[in-house]
């Protein structure tokens, strides 16, 4: 998906409570993923002086596992654009690629949403329903079912 001819990103909260244990002193204060760091690194075109800061948050979105097409959670989701490339840092100041995009930029379009491997790990079983429930088929590929600002 694009939005103003920029490629879209979409990540669940899990996914960024896991990438914010990676580095911990680097992606974590008082006990809480920095969000906006976290959400950087996996690519988001974060706009750190703004009060939104580019990206938008959805509570209780119905999303598809990613590792059982026929079941599906509700969890929240940041959405996004994909920022460009790093081309280097000096002194401070980051230097973009023109035309080189973050390379999860094709995860993005490809999953639409990126969740953990391991989702056992953060949703429970009995926190997963069927997708049939809902209306969906297994076969389809929508990943977000339904979503709630």
Known sequence: MYVNDKPTCCVTHDLVEEVSW????LFR???KPK????????????KFNTYSKNVSKHKNTLIRSSEDSERCYYTKV???TVRKAIKNVINGETDY???QLHHLADEY???EVLQP????KYVCEEDLLWVR???GTAKSSDCILSEEI
Do not use: C
């Open 22 to 25: 990676t580095n911990p002193a």
């Open 29 to 31: 204060a008082n006990g």
């Open 35 to 46: 969000l906006y760091d976290v959400l950087y690194y996996l690519g988001f075109h974060v």
């Open 78 to 80: 940041y959405k996004g």
């Open 97 to 99: 690629y023109n035309h």
């Open 109 to 111: 379009q490809k999953h």
């Open 117 to 120: 491997e391991n989702l056992s």
């Open 133 to 135: 429930d809902f209306g």
